[in-house]
């Protein structure tokens, strides 16, 4: 466990966290295996859960536009894909430790995988007992969110802009 | 300052924050007072404070296009207008408590208006001495946060569909 928790000071959401609080956190968290292929979040899904790589590689499939779901091959196009690899602890699912929420991607496991599964009933139980621990992870959450949704709000003045030019020139 | 503090429970901010609470935030706080037609936020700008309303009304003007900055009547076609009024307690800006974060929109006094405003650096100063009122807000900004975060990518996708439809169209 003691190595685990060093190596896991690098992903975001446990930045300035201690050892010993990434020790608690994984005290909750459950060690799960996924096989190749097998599909770990749904987008579109309702869920609870946080996860952390430990090892392996999956693929992060998200929807950009909403296509006509009886032609296949633009539904392909119509998504963007990404990989994410155990190497740099990747972390998601995480803002379903502050609300259960809809999965905004689909997570499918491209090797064999290892994960942390923390669901947000035990996280947020582990906070009121541990209020500084409790802190100083939400605050790191808030911050991952917050800058997520600066991005997303520059995307829509960009695509706004882009969709009222075209449509002053039709 | 009692009575304040029991009035300031309305706000997404301080839900579920006991009126003591509450009170240490009001310490930290600066009571300010604004004539008509100032603007006390400007979009673009970057700072670290949020404001609590707690007498008059504001205009919140955000731009949704971004337009040729010769054109004002363009402009002012771009922009989306809505107020708050105090009696709502309205709080603005408390994304800065998180960091420093460019405005995402202008904030106008419509009439003379008091606030509280609240530094960044003071929240964080003050949850470091108190980490369950420091775990308890930040767990109410991150879920703020992560509403809007919805609403924005939901908003994406709506954009990205409605320009790709236009642009098979043409």
Same mark, same amino acid.
Request: aromatic share 6%; net charge negative.
């Given at each position: 466990?003691?190595?685990?928790?060093?190596?896991?000071?690098?992903?975001?959401?446990?930045?300035?966290?201690?050892?010993?609080?990434?020790?608690?956190?994984?005290?909750?968290?459950?060690?799960?295996?996924?096989?190749?292929?097998?599909?770990?979040?749904?987008?579109?899904?309702?869920?609870?859960?946080?996860?952390?790589?430990?090892?392996?590689?999956?693929?992060?499939?998200?929807?950009?536009?909403? %296509?006509?779901?009886?032609?296949?091959?633009? @539904? /392909?196009?119509? #998504?963007?894909? +990404?990989? !994410?690899?155990?190497?740099?602890?990747?972390?998601?699912?995480?803002?379903?430790?502050?609300?259960?929420?809809?999965?905004?991607?689909?997570?499918?496991?491209?090797?064999?995988?290892?994960?942390?599964?923390?669901?947000?009933?035990?996280?947020?139980?582990?906070?009121?007992?541990?209020?500084?621990?409790?802190?100083?992870?939400?605050?790191?959450?808030?911050?991952?969110? %917050?800058?997520?949704?600066?991005?997303?709000? @520059? /995307?829509?003045? #960009?695509?706004? +802009?882009? !969709?009222?030019?075209?449509?002053?020139?039709?």
């Amino acid at each position: 466990m003691e190595d685990e928790a060093v190596l896991l000071k690098e992903p975001e959401i446990f930045r300035n966290i201690s050892p010993d609080f990434i020790r608690s956190i994984l005290g909750i968290a459950k060690r799960i295996y996924i096989p190749a292929g097998q599909v770990i979040v749904k987008e579109g899904d309702i869920d609870d859960r946080m996860y952390i790589m430990m090892e392996g590689t999956v693929e992060v499939v998200k929807t950009l536009v909403i %296509s006509d779901p009886d032609d296949e091959q633009e @539904e /392909e196009r119509n #998504k963007v894909f +990404t990989r !994410l690899e155990a190497r740099d602890h990747a972390v998601f699912g995480e803002v379903a430790l502050l609300d259960a929420s809809k999965r905004t991607a689909t997570i499918k496991a491209v090797t064999e995988c290892t994960l942390y599964e923390i669901k947000k009933d035990d996280f947020l139980a582990l906070a009121e007992e541990n209020f500084e621990l409790g802190y100083r992870i939400t605050l790191n959450l808030a911050r991952i969110v %917050s800058t997520r949704l600066r991005k997303a709000d @520059e /995307e829509t003045i #960009k695509l706004t +802009t882009a !969709l009222s030019f075209i449509l002053k020139e039709l």
